[in-house]
């Protein structure tokens, strides 16, 4: 590992100008490429105090052992360099996209004397027009041969072609009329490129000409009473139709604009791209990337667009680029389009309207590509088993922990504090083995002391389970010469061990076996929950050292030592062990910080799913729930008839007799229960001041 200070260019002897710069390892390999408006303030925060940087841009100062930079004229000119150098040298870390799989483009060779159309796949050649790409070479086909019939162009390959030329017969097409047949000279070379010309300018959503000059040729056939040709005509423009079908209309000013949409995480990215001419989509495509780099949204926005035009020229980029968010240097990046396309190219956020609308399709088509690839890195054997190799080198684990459970805690803003429990086997997840709880040893917001009570009540279940099926082992002596177990080692036959008094501020909680608050899950013949008590290899929480610590500290009072523990923290995806004062960072590409972050991803997910729910039935709970034998019929009746909760504790016994089916006895029960409460303070409409009256049978 370089020291940064060991490279560091002087004071003043980096220019204040735009420019690009390269950080190179020791090998001379360049590793980093990046641009700025202004080179020495941009290189000079790479060598601040290293724990001031991103966990990222750490790894790549340390990595490199020299900086150095070009200065270039202009902030477009920079963009260009820093492009052409990340093509150049495909540094290790610079975000680079990927294509999640290899689209199809629908291809009309221009630059051969009887132009092709053809599908075609990779790189793209200089000469030949591109259209899409699709999702499916079924579907481009399917269009390509419904458009045939009206710009019978070539699709024959270079053999046939030359084949049909040699014996003077075309091919089936030719005679069936879906193709000009210019190797046999039905038409000319100049007739044939026309009609290559005219199928481009159709796909590129310049449609309506073709169909009012169909439309027009069709009538006049028939007024001059050429009804077979009429007929030809307009099955031509019903064929175009059901081409132009093909491609739903989606913005209705005939729009030519590429969207672009981001679904990120800590780790990966996934990138969509919807191109749309003439109001049509006309291609579909996706990407992902690791984020090697620290680089938020507008910076992976920057990186697609130069990929995405790096090599196109003319109306390969559109009149309008939308985007999540924009570039740090929008007005750079919107000329450096302007210049390839050679006219004025838009780049703005969507506000309101169908463009906005169909940003949205365009963002789920974005979470739906990360959520996939995510699922098909997760499902492979291979990599979930260096996954857990990467996890227990990293910890110093004996072996692979098979079976790991994760906690996190979720409240808000201390209400209803709630805890999850996932478990994954095997580097999968076993939701049916998912608990979740509630908090009880007190009240209020305090994470740690949530996390100790948490894993107390959950190992202390394991070790009554122990008990009960008599799994006790001996456990070995704690010095030689001792004739006991260690100290607060379980004693066979005595229950588990005894529960020592937390030190330090947090208090232990009260380790109930069974709350009725926990999710029970799947349930044994005698009641008990099915592998509720099966013990992991390790154990993680998402959290810091402290969680950590109080998680270690739970399983050293019930004198359990031998279920590693770990912790995973959000913000910079560190992993604290409980010992030691600095965490693990694991390496970007590690597939066990992958597996380790959609653990506690899936936690997380888990537990405030759990927490909305009970908030959720709080806010609707009612005090009329705590009146014994009052059903919702009786009690939809109290309301309908007061017309309030309000109402209804103002009222008399005699008044709530009155209600059809409501007695005396019942009548007093609820009298009681709404006396016993505190009416809830009145609502306020924010924007008038208004108080909103009780109207319903909701929380009073």
């Known amino acids: 590992m370089a020291d940064p200070s060991s490279y560091r260019p002087r004071p003043g002897q980096i220019p204040d100008s735009p420019g690009v710069y390269k950080f190179r390892d020791e090998h001379r390999r360049v590793i980093y490429v990046g641009k700025a408006k202004n080179l020495r303030q941009r290189v000079a925060n790479y060598f601040q105090d290293l724990a001031n940087l991103h966990p990222r841009t750490r790894t790549m100062v340390t990595t490199a052992a020299s900086v150095e930079w070009t200065v270039v004229s202009t902030e477009v000119e920079a963009l260009q360099l820093e492009y052409s150098w990340i093509k150049e040298f495909d540094p290790r870390f610079n975000v680079k996209y990927r294509d999640d799989k290899s689209y199809p483009y629908l291809a009309v060779t221009l630059n051969e004397e009887f132009p092709r159309v053809q599908v075609m796949r990779g790189a793209k050649k200089k000469g030949v027009r591109y259209f899409g790409p699709y999702g499916h070479a079924w579907a481009i086909r399917e269009t390509v041969d419904l458009m045939l019939r009206v710009f019978p162009v070539r699709t024959c390959s270079a053999g046939v072609f030359k084949n049909a030329a040699r014996t003077g017969r075309p091919c089936l097409l030719g005679y069936i009329g879906k193709c000009s047949a210019p190797c046999v000279g039905r ?294 010469g001792a004739t006991g177990p260690a100290p607060g080692a379980p004693v066979p036959g005595a229950g588990p061990a005894p529960v020592p008094a937390a030190t330090g501020p947090v208090p232990a909680p009260d380790l109930t076996a069974a709350s009725p608050d926990d999710e029970p899950g799947p349930r044994e013949d005698d009641g008990r929950p099915k592998r509720f008590a099966y013990p992991p290899q390790l154990v993680v929480v998402d959290g810091g050292q402290p969680q950590v610590a109080a998680a270690k500290r739970a399983l050293d009072e019930l004198g359990i030592d031998d279920i590693a523990v770990c912790g995973l923290a959000k913000r910079l995806e560190e992993v604290w062990l409980p010992d030691d004062d600095d965490p693990i960072v694991l390496p970007r590409s590690s597939e066990g910080l992958y597996l380790l972050q959609r653990i506690r991803d899936e936690a997380h997910r888990f537990a405030i799913t759990y927490q909305r729910a009970k908030r959720a039935k709080r806010i609707r709970s009612s005090p009329l729930d705590d009146v014994a034998g009052l059903g919702e019929t009786r009690k939809q009746a109290l309301i309908k008839h007061f017309g309030s909760v309000k109402k209804l504790r103002q009222a008399t016994i005699d008044d709530i007799c009155e209600v059809p089916g409501i007695g005396r006895r019942t009548a007093e029960s609820v009298a009681a229960a709404l006396a016993s409460t505190t009416p809830a303070a009145p609502a306020v409409n924010t924007a008038t001041g208004e108080i909103i009256e009780e109207d319903d049978g909701g929380s009073s």
């Not at 796909?203 to 007929?231: S, V």
């Not at 780790?267 to 191109?275: G, M, N, P, R, T």
């Not at 570039?327 to 169908?354: F, M, N, Y």
């Open 187 to 480: 038409v000319t070379p100049e007739e044939h490129q026309e009609l290559a010309e005219d199928f481009c300018d159709f796909m590129a959503g310049r449609t309506g000409t073709y169909i009012r000059r169909l439309e027009k040729d069709m009538t006049q056939a028939a007024e001059e009473m050429e009804y077979e040709r009429a007929a030809r005509l307009r099955d031509d423009a019903e064929a175009l139709k059901r081409a132009m079908e093909k491609s739903a209309v989606v913005l209705a000013d005939a729009t030519d604009a590429d969207l672009i949409a981001v679904a990120e995480d800590e780790l990966e990215a996934a990138l969509q791209i919807f191109h749309v001419r003439g109001g049509r989509v006309r291609g579909q495509r996706g990407w992902v990337t690791d984020k090697v780099e620290a680089v938020d949204t507008s910076g992976l926005v920057e990186h697609a667009l130069q990929q995405l035009y790096g090599e196109e020229r003319g109306d390969a980029v559109p009149k309008e680029v939308l985007v999540p968010a924009l570039p740090e240097d929008a007005e750079a990046v919107s000329q450096w389009l302007a210049e390839r396309r050679g006219s004025q190219v838009s780049l703005r956020i969507p506000q309101r309207g169908d463009k906005k609308d169909l940003m949205v399709t365009v963002q789920r088509n974005a979470q739906q590509a990360l959520g996939l690839h995510k699922t098909k890195r997760a499902s492979d054997l291979t990599t979930r088993s260096r996954a857990l190799e990467e996890i227990a080198e990293a910890l110093g684990l004996d072996t692979a922990p098979l079976r790991i459970e994760c906690y996190d805690i979720s409240h808000l803003q201390g209400d209803d504090v709630v805890a999850s429990m996932v478990v994954f086997e095997d580097g999968l997840a076993r939701k049916s083995e998912y608990r979740r709880f509630q908090i009880k040893g007190f009240e209020g917001q305090d994470d740690v002391r949530s996390m100790h009570e948490v894993i107390g009540r959950r190992f202390k279940r394991y070790l009554q389970d122990k008990e009960r099926t008599g799994e006790w082992e001996e456990t070995p002596e704690a010095a030689p």
